[in-house]
């Protein structure tokens, strides 16, 4: 794994893509939630102004409002531009990871799927910011063809138990040709794409406690021959073995077995660790004691913290806490040290953190809004952090 001491210059990168890491020793970044795959629980007023109030999906409004790509290019403008990396480059953040759906590369849509159409005008015009501006791009592939977990917006389409179709191989083949198509797009436009070093083969895939387990074609076939399509794009193509991009598969704390036990090559893998206090259950009774919880997080799953990102987390906190302690006006001082003991933790165990996500729109609840939490005096300037830990 290349870590580079210092960002590439933007006219090196420009001219070839490379496989850095960013400008500080860790990832610090945030994930653009709702951007390119909306989910509707984040913003019921944007979603309402997309034109897809009182559907559950992305896949539901563009099946029974007409013309709705015309709403969604109207979001994509609208939810978070360029002068909001403007304002992550000048807090601290060096990283941005973009959720995609299937659906970007629009022929792989199929007869009865109903998605919007232009996203991949909109992602070059961001990635060509992020590399203006000399930030770190994770392409995620969030939606897979056929539904990879139920009863999720971030999916798309939130299928019932019965309907996740993902694990089957004619949607294999249709998630790797859009592996094959996104490198071949990341390496063909560096002017663009310069700045994009890692890509994820699939977000949060069935765990071994849902539907009767991940299947093991996921590990088996899935990641094995997902990550060989990128290696053999980058063979045919003479790239030299630093300058290669990083593939993420979901960390073993996932549930979902060992990524990377069927790989042919496991060079350049990356696994994220995905982390919520507020799905875990009660930690702790009282702040501080979450605080001090946090601080104790082993977060390198077993391996080389250096191969391991806390893709995702929050500062919600677990479900059933209530109380002027837990208030997000009352008590801004305990959000302060519960932000700050997390990326202790997600710096010190691994190789640092994205959190979700830059923006939602939920009145004064800042706790799934780095932007919100920011403005709020939560986040601050990370020039400026102090470890609670201590």
């Known amino acids: 794994m290349r870590i580079s001491s210092s960002l590439v210059a933007v006219a090196t990168l420009a001219s070839s893509v490379q ?8 990832i ?4 653009l ?11 019921d007023s944007e979603w309402a102004a997309t ?3 009182g559907y559950n999906d992305e896949f539901t409004c563009n099946q029974n409002v007409q013309d709705a790509s015309t709403g969604f290019q109207g979001h994509w403008d609208r939810w978070v531009n360029e002068t909001d990396l403007d304002l992550m480059k000048k807090i601290g953040l060096n990283t941005i990871r973009i959720p995609l759906g299937y659906w970007i590369m629009e022929e792989l849509v199929e007869d009865g799927e109903f998605y919007p159409k232009g996203g991949f005008d909109f992602l070059k015009q961001f990635c060509t910011w992020a590399l203006e501006k000399g930030l770190y791009v994770i392409l995620d592939l969030h939606g897979g063809p056929g539904v990879q977990t139920p009863n999720q917006q971030f999916t798309g389409h939130g299928v019932g138990d019965d309907d996740v179709k993902f694990y ?12 094959e198509w996104i490198t071949n797009a990341v ?14 083969l699939i977000n949060e895939p069935l765990r071994n406690d849902q539907n009767g387990g991940a299947p093991q074609s996921l590990r088996d076939t899935y990641y094995k021959e997902g990550v060989n399509k990128i290696r053999a794009i980058e063979d045919t193509r003479n790239i030299p073995a630093a300058a290669r991009l990083h593939v993420q598969l979901m960390a073993k704390s996932w549930n979902a077995g060992d990524p990377v036990e069927f ?7 990356m696994r994220d660790d995905h982390h919520y206090y507020v799905w875990g259950g009660p930690a702790a009774s009282d702040p501080d004691g ?6 104790g997080e082993d977060r390198s799953n077993g391996e080389d913290g250096g191969d391991v990102i806390v893709g995702e987390w929050s500062i919600a906190i677990p479900g059933g806490f209530s109380g002027d302690e837990w208030d997000v006006n009352g008590n801004k001082d305990f959000y302060v040290k519960f932000f700050a003991a997390q990326v202790h933790a997600y710096e010190s165990t691994a190789n640092g953190w994205i959190f979700w996500s830059w923006r939602t729109d939920q009145g004064d609840d800042y706790r799934w809004s780095y932007k919100n939490a920011y403005l709020a005096g939560v986040i601050p300037d990370l020039t400026q952090i102090t470890n609670p830990c201590q």
Do not use: H
Not at 33 to 43: A, D, R
């Open 33 to 43: 939630g709702s951007v390119l795959l909306f989910e509707p629980w984040m913003s």
């Open 168 to 179: 089957t191989q004619e949607n294999y083949e249709r998630a790797y040709k859009w592996i």
């Open 51 to 53: 034109g897809c109030a």
């Open 187 to 200: 390496y063909d436009s560096p002017e663009i794409f310069g700045n994009v070093g890692m890509i994820e």
């Open 19 to 26: 496989a850095w890491l960013p400008i500080f020793d860790k």
């Open 28 to 31: 610090r970044g945030v994930n």
């Open 290 to 295: 979450l605080v001090n919880v946090a601080c």
């Open 263 to 269: 790989l042919d090559d496991k060079s350049m893998i």
